[in-house]
């Protein structure tokens, strides 16, 4: 999900002061740390800090020298040359949010045209860090730079812990003491009825750390309870001092979530599929509260269902077939598990009550005539479906297979739903080519590309059903067409890489020019 303008807004707060004035000073004057650093980070950080779009990293200085994937982006000494001051100048970049006023890419260019040299003390050091101390400390490479940079503190591993465990019994999503909700991301930055609980750069100033030391008005927090300890506010105290980055996907996303899946990550496969067994219990509740499951494991699946035993069994075998066909079509490599943690499937016996799935679980109405789909959110795995005996033979390999398939590619982490969704339904058209949803699928491209005309619209969506599956299938259908480069991109994301920047290595560009370019477009700009 993309970060907007006003999502950021409480970062750029650090980096416009003292800014303006940046261009009127010598060029020798012009201090990467204190002026270009944090610039980059308000600007471009959604897309080249947290993101490498275009296989261009900003994360550090050392990354920003680099370049992208189509060369460097800076000359020293050249600005008038350099991609980076071509794109600020004429507004191309940033995508999204505000552009740099004219005093803020001319104090980029005089930085360039210095030379561009570095300032600090490790040209490796996070950009972020220079980030927060931008409002304090004047624009100035003569300035004392003895002071190391600030640390950055991860808030979905450190800070969102100590505030799910302490802060959010009073502060969470329903009727937020003094209206600070800290359930998400996003309400946690707009603040409550006393304004922001945080000013990124400044834990001096921010509300927070004056509640949990106790020098604000009113009670310490947490209300009623133990204070923390010195050492665990501290590390709040660093985590804004940094610029209090958001290191997750999606701000919007439940703040327990948030921790779980950095708990996922650390969990052995054994481990994961324990808590996903808890999980599947706390599914089956919630849908059908009132029945009995009937249960069974095989290697790597988990079975869940109201069916007999021995339709679970033949689903089963079936299942295992499929993801036999799926490994082979996707080269798994067989020293890993097929999806890490294991895979649950639940099989319902009649269609409101995979419905009622929907409702209770997932907060959502299917389409008419769906009778399967998949989850995949690192820390959860699942498929789920309506079955009928007559279905073993038809309609259920090819839905089993799309549903294993989805969850083996949206296993790794940062491979998006659009991919997962799309290549998922291209393995099962090659397996299975007569299923008739295959055929329906294949049938729709062409409608489907008429009717969604912004690309945008297409990454932005979470559940592909109707024309935006048939649009999902026929995009991955040409990206895996070349299956050499499709290849090279599972393997790097098998190997841990970030998404933008493998799939530029792959394909040459990025997601959007690709999907351009596969529907007869011009790319954005010409």
Known sequence: MRFTCRQLGVWTLVVLTGIADAAAQDADDVSFTKTV???????CGNCHIRQSSGGLSMATYATLMKGSDSGRVIQRRRPAGSRLVELI?????PKEGVRLSEAEVQAISDWIDAGAKFDGRNPRSPLTAFAADATSTPANTNADNSQPAVEPVSFSGVVA??????CTECHGADQPRAGLSMANFERFTAGGNSGAAFMAGKPDESLLTAKLKGTADGGRMPLDRDPLPDEQIAVIEQWIAAGAMYDSQDPTQAIEQVVELVLAASMTH?????RRAELAAYHWRLSLPEVAPTKLETASLRLWGNVDKLELTRIAELAE???EKVARMLKAPRSAPFIRGNLTLFVYSRHFEYAEFG???EGRQFPPGQTGHWRNNLLDAYGVLAYSPEDLETTLPALLNRLIAGNHIASHPGAPTWLADGCSRVVAARCHPKDPGVRSWQQGVSAALAAHEKPDEFFAVQTFDGPLAALSYGFAERLMSDSRRFQRLLGMLREGGDFQRSFSRAYGADPQAAFNMWAGRPAAGR
């Not at 650093?37 to 600007?43: E, F, K, N, S």
């Not at 100048?89 to 970049?93: E, L, Q, V």
């Not at 054994?270 to 324990?274: D, G, K, R, T």
């Open 37 to 43: 650093a944090p610039l980059l980070v308000g600007r």
């Open 89 to 93: 100048s004429d507004g191309t970049m």
């Open 161 to 166: 812990p100590l505030l799910v465990e302490h």
């Open 270 to 274: 054994e481990q994961l599929s324990a």
């Open 321 to 323: 077939e499929e993801q």
């Open 359 to 361: 409702l209770m679980v």
